[in-house]
């Protein structure tokens, strides 16, 4: 993480923002205005400012655009694929900044707060994962307890036990379905 520059340390960069966009001053009357109020600040040093927000907007921008195309992709989709698909592709991003992490340049707290996403993200993907086995699960034990009442009720119409025994066997083979047979 590189250093921060001035403006940042001053706590200028929202006003720079606000005085750029909405009071539509240039770099040099923001710089000037700054400095008549005794902020150190330079018409570069603002142009700087306005080019680091903006990348950050565009970088919100595309971010935004990715998360609309998952839930896009995945309309009509039950939550927990959603909440899965999230989870992972978070977890990739969380791995690729944990290994450009250069620990020199960042201090313990940062670092402390990197690895606690971490850990939270992947504490999600546990839940995520024992909701599906709590659900494959119940689906099981329906299907034990419908083979149990189809068999009881085949006996009862006379049903002949080979039949009922091929019955069986293909409602206990059936297996929990995807997110596409849904």
Known sequence: ?????????????????????????????????????????????????LLDYAGQMKAYKEAAAEAAAIVKELRGESGLDLAETTSQLLQVKLLSAVKSVDTAELDDMELKDLFSAVRKNTQSQVQIARVKLEFERGYRKGLFKAAQVIEEEARKAGVSKNTITVIRRKVLELKVPSSEER
């Not at 770099?27 to 109020?37: F, G, M, S, T």
């Open 1 to 49: 993480m590189p250093r921060r520059n001035k403006i940042e340390l001053q706590g200028l960069v929202d006003r720079i923002v606000d005085m750029f966009y909405r009071d539509k001053m240039t770099q040099a009357e923001i710089a000037q205005q700054l400095k008549e109020e005794g902020y150190d600040v330079s018409k570069s040093g603002v142009g700087r400012a």
